[in-house]
């Protein structure tokens, strides 16, 4: 009886020997640019357009078999018209390589459609669409016009210059030297006075403000006119 168990055992052995030494497909230059096109279309999907990516086929023919990837950004860099991207082998023998990419995003954005003086308040009459590749728009160029009717300019545009949330306030925030309603609340009590404010901030923000008495307090922002002083 034993015999036959040693036998049998054995017999299972060698049948699942091939399945525990069989591995996987060793991934080509083909699926290594194809993983990076997946990968830099899910980065894109951010941006409001259509993208359009030219991979340089990874030169990995000299890498050990790979048969499990991922594809990185070096030092979580943001993306860019012509940049490098990571590939990490991670088994059977890790290693890491790069290739180079071309990358266009074609989409819209706004510009200012006149020139926009400090403190205006922006309409649909005071910008205009474009067309072009956002990558090439400098950081926080605005794609939304719901972000943009309604809001306050904070210094000058130019006429055809991007629109970009640096240059643009909510118009229920508070600017930097506004005058404000300061109102105190305690237990039992609410006062209100006058006040000028020393920073700017959007609704919840801490700032400070310089009362009427000439001192100087913190509080909250609630809207484009008051602040609030928890005493």
Known sequence: MLKHCVHALLAAASCLAPALAQAGPALTSDDFSRQVEEFLRGEAAAYPGE??????????????????????????????????????????????????????????????????????????????????????????????????????????????????????????SIARGQAVRLEARGVGFVASSDGTALQGGEPGAQIQVRAASGQTVSGTVLNGQTVLVLM
């Open 51 to 172: 993208p359009r990516i030219a991979v340089t086929p990874p030169q990995t023919g000299r890498m050990p078999a790979c048969e499990q990837s991922e594809v990185f950004l070096p030092s979580h860099g943001r993306l860019r018209s012509r940049m490098t991207v990571g590939i990490r082998c991670l088994a059977p023998k890790p290693w890491t390589s790069y290739t180079q990419v071309e990358l266009s995003i074609e989409g819209s954005y706004y510009v200012a459609g006149r020139s926009l003086d400090a403190g205006t308040v922006v309409g649909r009459d005071d910008v205009a669409q474009r067309e072009g590749d956002l990558l090439r728009l400098a950081p926080g160029t605005i794609y939304e016009a719901e972000r943009l009717f309604g809001s306050i300019t904070t210094q000058r545009i130019g006429t055809g210059s991007p629109m970009r949330d640096r240059a643009l306030r909510s118009a229920d």
